[in-house]
């Protein structure tokens, strides 16, 4: 070995400023490339073995460089984004942003006041959701076509989470038309907890994207949101079946779909023909509207406008018919929407005894948060990618919680982006947030002098309007899709779903990112791994043997490779492997002439991180290995996990000869150890289990 080292010139020590330095060295048969580390030296600043050294010097050096080199009006846009698009903003992009707001606006009217109903709090609440949220949104929002409001999933949690908090809001059918004290003041403490909601939902917002932390929502698999937002999407649809069905009937606090059913059949009684049909109708002309552009593509900019056609119908008809009151007969209608903007009510984010208190509301903040973000992370990334831009997604994140800080202070429950308004406001043509500023004012418009015309819209249209809407959120394709390309995910799918649909939102949501955080963790637990076999028709190419059933293995040597980090969660299910493997392939390797299986080779390229149980497994490894006689070989370690191992001198007790630069030179250096004592080193098969071409006793 020492003479080997001496033959590694200086140029190629100096020519190599990597942290790992590959030195080649001839044998006497064939040449090896070594791995070779400077071990001694020290690491330099900003590589640093601690990570977490090296994320904050990392981050001192982009804060120091954006001071040295950021002009003011980049300053300005960091802190208020709006700055970014408005310096090159021109007139054609306003004519589109126009017509695009006004048509999301027009839709988000009957909607608001729709979500609001089914929320249990005023319908005016849903007004004032798309008007200061979507202000502040369109200075503070990164996404170009998001459109933010009051939104079906976050209402219905706000209602069943509600009905448990407030127990007399069960008693209260219309939260618009409220009469006796105890009905006012139960409507008030629920109107002050939804608002409370907002401003806690508000403070997790604007925390998770000034702490960067946006990325945990990627643990949860599009199964889990697609099955969730399914369940949620049928709970809400059935519970709005009763203004349909023309129904005056509380169905408590619980949204399971058995509850419903139970309901409707209690009371088939009272049903009432007239709302039913026209129910029916409006459900119809909804759906027409929604698929009008594939009748004809220029009918597609109308396609909004369809929830404001069947308002205008029904609030036609309460006019011409006089009718408004169901005890006189007539048409069950919303009732009174109060005019004017809304009123200021920061000063009741403090918590008083009188609601629940604020550990009672955690709870539900935490879980409206999750699922407003999943929504609008979603639905904002697929229209990022289809417009070709990019997305902040911290930056986004801090503008929702922004909207939601704004409309804690004007009496708005949770607001986040909308599946169905935003794929409007992209297909109308919106290129900035201006759309979101004009949507604003259009609602303004509505609060100041049409509150009184829509406060006749029959309760059976706001229950089509919400169906319609949120059947597009039904996936039934998604879990077709699952069945055929992975029944996993199809089980955390229909966990999400039946958990929504059959208990409430809150447990379905858990069971089904419980189930996913289970399967995730098997796999971490279980990694995948792969015996290496040399390609028949290759020099040096090492591939698993059961997807390439010819490939070639030595006997008395054993490659392994482990396709995961070593960390505490995976270290035993590993130790059981390779125990499992060194026992089959030593009587592998007898069978074949080899007197017993003599190296385990463990090609650690996709082994990035280690941990300290990572570390002790490699240790137990070398020590356990050397009681069978067997020698350990580790190839093409990372850097990172190299000086990790450092710290435990890893190296000296392995032996650093036993380090090398890839499988395929640690493969020939175990084969010339083994052929200096006379055993057998031609490849074999482990499918034919015959000899390759050249045969040993020619040798």
Known sequence: MTSRRKSMTT?????????????????????????????????????GADELSRLLT????????????????????????????????????????LIAGVSVGIMVVPQGIAYASSAGVPSVFGLYGAFLPCIVYSLMGTSRQLSVGPVAVTSLLIYSNFQALIPCAASISNPNTVSTPEEI???????????????????????????????????????????????????????????????????????????????YAANIWQLRWQEYIMGITCIYVLVLFKYLDRIWLPLKHVKSFGPLFVCIIGIGAAYIGNVGMLKNGGLATIGNIPPGL??????????????PSFTDLIPTCAVVLCV?????????????????????????????????????????????????????????????????????????????????????????????????????????????????VNKTDLLVWLAACSGVLFYSVEVGLAIAIGLAVLLVMYQAAFPHTAVL??????????????????????????????????????????????????????????????????????????????????????????????????????????????????????????GRDNIFVSIHDAIMFAQQRLSEKGVCTKAVSIVSQIPSSSDCGSL
């Not at 809304?342 to 609601?355: K, L, Q, V, Y």
Request: glycine residues 6%.
């Open 11 to 47: 140029e190629s020590l100096e020519s190599d400023k990597n942290d790992c330095i590959y030195t080649s060295v001839l044998e006497p048969e064939t040449e090896v490339q070594r791995f070779f580390y400077p071990w001694n030296h020290e690491v330099d600043e900003g590589s």
């Open 58 to 97: 990392k981050a001192k050096r982009s804060t120091i460089k954006a001071f040295q080199e950021w002009t003011l009006l980049q300053w300005i846009g960091f802190f208020l984004p709006c700055v970014r698009w408005l310096k090159s903003y021109t007139w054609i992009l306003f004519v589109y942003d």
């Open 185 to 263: 003041a139960c409507q008030n403490t629920y109107n002050n907890a939804a608002i409370q909601v907002a401003f806690i939902v508000a403070c997790l917002y604007t925390a998770v994207g000034l702490l960067r932390m946006g990325w945990m929502m990627k643990f949860l698999s599009h199964s889990v949101i697609s099955g969730f937002m399914t369940g949620a999407a049928i709970t809400i649809g059935i519970g709005q079946a009763k203004y349909v069905l023309g129904y005056s009937i509380s169905m408590g606090s619980s949204t399971a779909l058995q509850n419903y059913i139970q309901q």
């Open 342 to 355: 809304p009123p200021w009510t920061a000063g009741i984010w403090s918590f008083s005894t009188d609601g």
């Open 372 to 484: 407003d973000l999943l929504e609008s992370t979603s639905i904002a990334r697929a229209l990022a990618r289809k417009n070709g831009y990019e997305l902040d997604y911290n930056r986004e994140i801090v503008g929702l919680g922004l909207a939601n800080f704004a409309g804690a202070m004007s009496s708005c429950y949770t607001t986040t982006g909308s599946f169905c308004r935003s794929a409007v406001a992209n297909n109308a043509g919106a290129k900035t947030p201006m759309a979101q500023f004009v949507c604003g004012w259009v609602v303004a418009f509505v609060l100041i002098f049409l509150t009184t015309f829509f406060s006749r819209i029959p309760k059976n249209l706001m229950g089509s309007i919400v169906i319609v809407a949120v059947s597009s959120l039904v996936e039934y394709e998604q879990a077709i899709y699952l069945w055929k």
């Open 533 to 654: 076999g040399r390609l028949s028709n290759s020099a040096n190419v090492y591939r698993n043997i059961k997807q390439y059933p010819d490939a070639q293995m030595t006997p008395g040597i054993l490659a392994f490779r482990i396709d995961a980090p070593l960390f505490y969660g995976n270290v035993k299910g590993l130790e059981d492997k390779i125990e499992r493997l060194i026992n089959k392939y030593s009587n592998w390797s007898a069978a074949q002439g080899a007197e017993r299986l003599e190296f385990l080779l463990l090609d650690m390229t996709p082994i990035h991180h280690v941990d300290s149980m990572g570390l002790h497994f490699l240790e137990d490894l070398v020590f356990s290995m050397r009681a069978k006689g067997i020698t350990l070989g580790l190839a093409n370690p990372n850097h990172k996990v190299v000086r990790a191992w450092s710290a435990i001198k890893l190296p000296e007790l392995l």
